[in-house]
């Protein structure tokens, strides 16, 4: 159904131990969507990360993507995702190709379709050149390229990037950010975009903030400010979080 959010999260609740990570947390993303997902380190962004893809599993609560129930239909669901996470995942020692070619063969694409995927992405983020280069050679910005790269060859309804500009330089970060706001509308694809950094929120759709497991706020960048009576992004941010300014990077 044309309706059908890319990515609905209900009520979600993971616990570790006597440590609540995730308090009842809903959010949803729209097909053709920017969300940004604005919290602190610890806020609790990479354990919704690791239930949306399936690492683990909710301990109440429902995720649905492009329809799918992430627990009574797994398969169909992950096939809709397309992830980068914040720490590298990527085999150093093979190349470029090698990696995107074994990931297409984890999700069943036949090489003739891959081949041409794998050319397509690779061209669209400058990268062709390097196809047959060692992914050890490449820069970080680079081998953030290839991980994007890898994880939009199945043609995913739902993209989830993870901190996933930690430790590029300024113009690799920024350079990143716009590519992938392209995609989301190009491709009409859903895009969650968690970052500790409110710069990187500023220009979404939509922002949700997240601290301490609990959804604070959510809305346009706009609308969050006027709530908050602020005249930035960053000024409602400190203010929901109740983080020192001097302790905010």
Request: charged share 25%.
């Amino acid at each position: 159904m044309e309706d059908t959010a890319a990515l609905d999260v209900r009520e979600v609740v993971k616990n570790y131990g006597p440590r609540k990570a995730l308090d009842g947390v809903s959010l949803a993303v729209q097909p053709g969507e920017f969300v940004a997902l604005l919290g602190p380190n610890g806020a609790g962004k990479s354990t919704l990360f690791q239930l949306l893809s399936g690492l683990f599993s909710a301990d109440a609560g429902e995720i649905a993507v492009a329809g799918h129930d992430m627990s009574r239909s797994p398969i169909p669901a992950l096939s809709q995702l397309g992830v980068v996470f914040q720490q590298a995942t990527l085999d150093l020692d093979l190349t470029v190709r090698a990696n995107l070619r074994f990931h297409a063969r984890l999700h069943g694409m036949a090489s003739s379709t891959s081949g041409a995927r794998i050319d397509e992405e690779l061209q669209r983020l400058g990268l062709a050149e390097r196809a047959a280069d060692g992914c050890r050679t490449l820069s970080g910005g680079n081998r953030r390229k290839v991980e994007l790269a890898r994880a939009l060859l199945h043609s995913p309804r739902v993209l989830l990037m993870d901190e996933a500009t930690v430790g590029l330089d300024p113009e690799s970060r920024h350079s990143l950010l716009a590519y992938v706001r392209e995609l989301c509308r190009k491709r009409d694809m859903g895009v969650l975009w968690a970052t500790h950094l409110v710069d990187e929120a500023a220009d979404a759709d939509r922002v949700c903030v997240l601290h301490q497991g609990h959804l604070l706020a959510a809305g346009t960048p706009e609308s969050i400010k006027r709530q908050q009576g602020c005249e930035s992004l960053l000024e409602a941010f400190l203010g929901l979080t109740g983080i020192d300014p001097a302790e905010h990077d």
